[in-house]
């Protein structure tokens, strides 16, 4: 009873240590897409902020769908971190990598029937769908670059190594952003200058990450010879494991990108200047969804090591913790919106009517965190249990309601009803998380 006294004040400090460099750099990624959207935005016509809005969304689709290389990662390197197995600490990574390289490679051989498949399920105009099928084509090939960077952050956070993504990801954004104003205005190469931007960059940050691998695999002990490690790497039960939650994974995530491309397509339907508009205060959400990721991230290896140890207390106790400062995070988000939302509006783009549309729908993306927190935090809690099948259960069941709002309100209400239908889908998710958390816990 006594030892555990000061868990409450470790914990707090333990999350917020691992957490706030989580943030900074997650912020760092929508960050950078507003400035896109601004770049663009202070070119003369909204179809260039539609094109990028329809190439980021597409991307979004692809990278979100194949992010289980961060998700899948973190867990169960937390949890052998926590069991003191250190050797499947060391082939994590290398099986994360591997899987990355195969992916990124089948997506590049596949970009023209993806784009073509693309706008047939999007209604743009010709002039929003010609840019963004340059934007595309030209990015496309960093895949491999952003996946390889994804297991690397997974396994860095499983670790609790958060200040060197924090420092790659800044140095990377950094250079997107200068890239992408000297391709735009100097070099005058309008939306492929942002496409290109974001191309070297994501290569710098793949090998930057690399770099960390090697100097993080130096320091972890090393108690099996090669041959024991390379057996490991293709362990039939590791990688039906390590498949299992990816595939999982993968389903839910196919559920939360569609929404966004459902979004972004049903925007498209309600004209460029409603589809620019969108785009803008689209980024209000991905900095909320940024910032509560760090938590979250930070509840995946702090509770993902408390499984490992089959610590029930201590994942229940540091379960509390994650979402006092979840709700923290998403009450700072709120109080950001609602004071400088018209001002962040204007620093994206210049054109009165886009302004004018945005500011209409303001009050959505100021609400929004008092849904989406829970869901979330809840993902965080989930994935360091590696109990990603409720996931992606629940995340479909969601999905459904988020449709079914959309058929029913969006006729009726127009960008509004679109509105309600994201957040009964945010809603959704964490309802159903909270209600089937009990059977997560029996499993510890």
Known sequence: ???????????????????????LGNITVPLLGAVDTAVVGHLPEPYYIGAVAIGAMLFNYIYHLFNCLRMGTTGPTAQ??????????????????????VIGGVVIVLQLPIIRF?????????QVEHYAREYFLIRVWAMPAVLGSYAIVGWLYGLRKVRTPLLIQVIVNLLNIVLALVFVFVFHWDVPGVAAAALISEYAGLVLGLISVRQTLRELPDDASHGQQRARLLDPVQL???VAI????????ICVVSVLGFFMAKSAELGDVQLAANQVLHHFLIFTSYALDGVAYAAEAILGES???RDRAAFLHDRRVVFLWAGVVGVINIAIYAVAGPAIIALMTSIPEVRAAAANY??????????????????????????????????????????ALLYTLMPLFGNAGLWIAVMGFLAGR?????VFFPRVLRTI
Do not use: K, Q
């Open 362 to 403: 303001l009050w959505w993306p100021v609400l929004m965190p008092l849904a989406s927190v829970w869901a979330y935090t809840y993902d965080g809690v989930y994935l360091a249990a590696t109990r990603t099948r409720i996931m992606r259960n629940t995340v479909m069941a969601s999905f459904v309601l988020f449709l």
């Open 430 to 434: 964490g309802v159903l998380l909270h």
């Open 80 to 101: 052998a971190r926590g069991a003191g197995d250190y050797a499947e600490v060391r082939v994590m990574i290398a099986r994360a990598l591997l899987l990355a390289g």
């Open 1 to 23: 009873m006594t030892a555990a006294a000061p868990a409450p004040v470790n914990t707090h400090r333990h999350v917020w240590a691992m957490a706030w460099p989580i943030i």
């Open 118 to 126: 693309a706008f047939w399920l999007i209604n743009a105009s010709a």
């Open 307 to 309: 499984v490992g140890r």
């Open 246 to 253: 990816n595939g999982d994974i993968v389903l839910r995530t």
């Open 240 to 242: 039906r494991r390590m």
